[in-house]
Every structure is written in structure tokens, then in C-alpha cells.
């Protein structure tokens, strides 16, 4: 298995098709998915065809991949997925930064691990100039995921939601981080 990225307590690696059960459970959560899709299930179908292609892509700019299966690194278990990829495919100046981890995986600090350790590769290997972050407003843990791995509060918003979840009305934030602000604060 190759391996992306290993913290304290966890390894980050490509996602393969053997992945779509972990996926499909995942993504059938009602509170993984709260502020994503309102807690609506997503079907196999799905998973298969839309998410795990998403999850699977390369990016040239990087060579690699944007998004990581999140394993524990003691148990192999499986506890959800980062991402970090680039906004446009040929380039690595802006990343976008995202997590969705299983409930069990919740309060034990892996989201923020896994954050930091990712916004360092990419400022110290990607050539990565800013990390970008967004989430519901009112998705106060996420909010404060970013906060810890070193991202400020940028921006209210209003995104595009075609179908409307509880919360949505209070719009989005985005959170940043510049190379020359991690720079600083190193």
C-alpha cells in the first residue's frame, strides 16, 4: 500500500475501489452528512459512480491525487477522508482543504492532525501559496477544525444550494491560510 502521509496516529492514502463499502457507510451517516446533504442517504449507485471517481482523480499540478483514505495508524481502521487538492488542475497555488470522518473518529483530535500535517506537506513539498476551507456557518465544530490547524476566518457567503438542509439559511464561511502567514507562525 503506498502511503501518502503518516502523523502520530494516522496514515493518509490513496483511496482504490476496494474502498466503496467504507464509502457507502460513510456517506450513510446522518450525522457525518448533516451539513453536507441534510443526513440524506446516499446510494450505492452513487458512491460508485460519482464520489469514488472524484476521490480517485490525479492532479497533474501535484501528481498525485486531492483526496486520502484516513486510516488509523495502530488498527488500520478505517475513519474517513481528507482532502487537499488544488482548485484548478494545473495548479498548486490554491488548495482547497476538507475532512469527513466517522462519528467514531469524532472529539479525538484527527481532523486537526490530519490538517496540519497536510497544510505542512503542501507548503513544504506542493508548492501550495494559500489553503482554503469552507463549511456551513453554523457547522461550529468544522469551524473550529480549521481554527486549530492555523486557517483565520475570511468571509461570509451564500453558496448555491440547489436543495435547501436546516442551517442553510445562516450561509457559508470560508477560512484561509497564506504560505506567508504559516510562515510567520511556524
Known sequence: MHVFL????????????????????????????????????????????????????????????????????????????????????????????????????????????GSRELIDKGFTDLGVERVTANTMAVNARSRRVMEKSGLSFLRNFTGDWPDAIPGSEHGEVEYELTRSDWERHR
Not at 446522518?30 to 460508485?48: L, W
Not at 482523480?57 to 495508524?73: I, M, Q, S, V
Open 6 to 113: 503518516e502523523t502520530a496516529r494516522l496514515v493518509l492514502r490513496p483511496f482504490t475501489e476496494a474502498d466503496t463499502d467504507h464509502l457507502f457507510a460513510l456517506d450513510n451517516d446522518p450525522e457525518v452528512m448533516r451539513f453536507i446533504n441534510g443526513g440524506e442517504p446516499t446510494s450505492r449507485h452513487t458512491v460508485e459512480t460519482r464520489i469514488l471517481p472524484r476521490l480517485l482523480h490525479d492532479y497533474p499540478c501535484f501528481g498525485t491525487r486531492g483526496f486520502w483514505a484516513a486510516e488509523e495508524k495502530a488498527t488500520g481502521q478505517f475513519l474517513g477522508w481528507f482532502a487537499f487538492r488544488p482548485l484548478d488542475d494545473h495548479s498548486p497555488a490554491v488548495v482547497e482543504l476538507g475532512y469527513r470522518l466517522s462519528q467514531a473518529a469524532w472529539g479525538k483530535g484527527y481532523a486537526t492532525e
